[in-house]
């Protein structure tokens, strides 16, 4: 129930910078026609504030946040963004079967023959696949 | 006008083995990508129009639908197997076709998905062979303000889908608009929220958004679950009883008006400009689960929201023709790179081709009733194989999708800020799903929220802001009326009281 309403809380702090500071910022003004720039995003904003306001004065749904899987997740995204940075750096060819091992890796699996195919034959399988057949540019 | 000789020429023309060939490839290829996220149906038409380029029109044009239909029932693949869709318009197949595939029927729910999916795009062939013409001109009625109210309309019924808490999909739909508002204004070209990011102004990249919304957060999810990396994603027991592993006549013609009002449901709206199938999709899920006797037993792996999802999205594939033909229309990204395919082929679309081309289109319809029947032979192949695949451990499964995913992205945008898009909406994605924050709703207004915007500020230069002049359009009217009848039937009335779970 309290993390409820601290999602409603939440949500009405983001309405507001939306409202108030973003969309502002982020905007022209315009004088003439029948809905402005900053029409639509404040809509948005708005509806975020009022439903957070509802969901503050009566809580409704589950939530379920588990620090725990938060903290994997964080993981496992940072390997997602240090190998795409590394395929900018070095290559589709390099960096993607090291990307893979590495989420294999942290996923649990311990075994190297399907390490080596999921590292390995995967990734060159699909560089093939997207590079040689259907001729498109990878990093 | 009726000329059986040039109908009976056009269809013997397109029964011959060198166009079942091209079929067989396309749909074979389409049913590849479309299983590939990031990459979707428009995707592959894209890259397999170069193609075509060499060779004679028929085959060509066979060759594209087999692509753009193979590629309507790939994106359930892994929306099935994965609850990782392929595609955006099979995020509604996954949530009834995953629980199922959970229970150990994922075979079961894959020929369900094809079955139903080859059902609506066939439906949607035949209104297109018999009624294209009158049909394209009713389309041509739906001006900016009748589309604005049926956006309504869709967003009315697809709000009994935020879950049991209407202030937390508000929240999210809200994100949404937000979300969708980046890049230019329609009205003014000014760019807005792009914080000096250029890459940008052409708004927050679909596929990028949709994928890491609806596929990363879950893959991410599942690789951060470090229990039993060796077990296969689903469990696929081959020695259990048959049933589990077919979808059977009595249950398949059991889904048989849910299948027809989503073929219906999928036909209209492919038939208008700008709304899509991902809309169809939840549309019909929407409908189907609010008016169903059994609203709880969706979600768990019902057979009807599989069909209803598929055969919806399904339909529009044959619907975004019928303007097209007729008229020369593009109603969107498919038909617009089909009808450069045309022009390429020196083919004009338009009100004269019947005339002018009358054998060609008469042998294209032959080849897209071929290409139906190929799907189904091809698919079941295919959906074989890809239960096979996933069958490995999960560790590769979904290590190997996240690279599948980044690399989908890239190549579908062509530019790496896209990818970084793709990441941040994985890691957004988890954090609503925590916060029981609808991803539903999310998609949906995303999706939704910029053909609105468009419509409306062109609906109220057009009735110059004033309610009333809305009674010069009554389809807009009653389609706004019965907006309001949906989200009182759906919203609120068969919400469930509180403290009640819902499974969406």
């Not at chain 2, 070209?189 to 708004?203: D, N």
Request: proline letters at 6%.
């Amino acid at each position: 129930m309290r993390a409820d309403r601290s999602i409603g809380a939440v949500a009405i702090l983001v309405g507001l910078v939306l409202l108030l500071a973003v969309i502002p910022m982020q905007t022209s003004d315009v004088t003439d026609g029948v809905t402005a720039p900053a029409t639509f995003p404040s809509i948005g904003a708005l509806m975020i504030v009022l439903a957070g306001l509802w969901q503050m004065l009566q809580p409704t749904g589950a939530t379920a946040f588990a620090m725990r899987e938060l903290g994997g997740v964080a993981v496992v995204a940072g390997i997602a963004i240090a190998g795409f940075l590394l395929m900018i750096k070095v290559g589709y060819l390099a960096a993607a079967p090291v990307m893979v091992a590495a989420a294999m890796l942290y996923r649990g699996e311990r075994r190297w023959p399907w390490i080596a195919v999921g590292g390995i034959v995967f990734p060159l399988l699909i560089w093939a696949l997207f590079a040689l057949v259907l001729e498109r540019v990878l990093p | 006008m009726f000329d059986p000789s040039t109908i009976l020429a056009g269809l013997s023309s397109a029964f011959t083995l060198y166009n079942l060939l091209f079929v067989i490839a396309g749909i074979a290829f389409g049913q590849f990508v479309g299983a590939v996220p990031g990459l979707s149906a428009p995707m592959a038409i894209a890259i397999a129009v170069p193609f075509t380029f060499v060779l004679p029109p028929l085959p060509a044009i066979a060759f594209l639908i087999g692509v753009g239909k193979g590629g309507t029932i790939g994106g359930a693949i892994p929306a099935i197997l994965l609850n990782t869709p392929g595609t955006p318009d099979a995020a509604a197949t996954a949530m009834d076709g995953h629980p199922l595939a959970k229970q150990g029927k994922p075979l079961k729910a894959l020929k369900m998905a094809l079955y139903s999916s080859v059902t609506g795009d066939t439906f949607s062939d035949i209104v297109l062979i018999l009624v294209a013409a009158p049909l394209a001109v009713i389309a041509l009625k739906m001006g900016p303000v009748e589309i604005t109210a049926l956006i309504f309309l869709a967003l009315a019924v697809i709000a009994g889908l935020v879950g049991d808490s209407m202030s937390k999909g508000l929240i999210a739909a809200g994100l949404g608009v937000v979300c969708a508002s980046v890049g230019i204004d329609p009205e003014h070209g000014t760019p807005r929220l792009i914080f000096g990011q250029y890459a940008f102004y052409e708004g927050l990249p679909l596929s990028a958004v949709a994928v890491g919304v609806l596929a990363v957060g879950e893959i991410f999810r599942r690789l951060a679950d470090r229990e039993s990396p060796h077990e296969p994603p689903i469990p696929l027991d081959r020695d259990g009883p048959a049933e589990d592993r077919r979808v059977s006549w009595r249950e398949y013609w059991g889904c048989r008006v849910t299948m027809l009002r989503a073929a219906v449901i999928g036909t209209v709206i492919g038939a208008l400009p700008g709304i899509g199938s991902t809309a169809a999709a939840f549309l019909s899920y929407g409908y189907t689960r609010s008016t169903s006797k059994e609203p709880e037993s969706f979600g768990k792996g019902n057979l009807h929201g599989i069909a209803a999802c598929e055969t919806a999205n399904s339909a529009v594939m044959g619907a975004n023709m019928i303007p097209l033909l007729t008229l020369g229309i593009p109603g969107n990204v498919t038909a617009a790179l089909i009808i450069g395919a045309f022009v390429v082929q020196g083919i004009q679309p338009g009100p004269l081709l019947f005339q002018t081309q009358g054998e060609l289109i008469y042998g294209l319809f032959g080849a897209m009733m071929l290409a139906n029947v190929t799907n189904f032979v091809v698919g079941l192949l295919g959906l074989r194989l890809w239960a096979w695949v996933v069958n490995a451990p999960s560790s590769i499964i979904f290590s190997v999708s996240l690279l599948l995913c980044i690399t989908g992205v890239y190549v579908a945008e062509g530019q790496p800020s896209a990818v970084v898009v793709l990441l941040v909406f994985g890691i957004l994605s988890v954090v609503m799903q925590m916060a029981g924050l609808s991803i539903v709703a999310f998609i949906i207004t995303f999706i939704l929220s910029r053909q609105l915007e468009l419509s409306l500020s062109q609906a109220l230069i057009i009735t110059n802001g004033k309610p009333a002049a809305l009674l010069q359009h009554p389809i807009a009217l009653a389609l706004v009326v019965l907006s309001l009848v949906f989200v009182y039937l759906f919203g609120f009335r068969r919400r469930p009281k509180r403290g009640a779970t819902a499974e969406s």
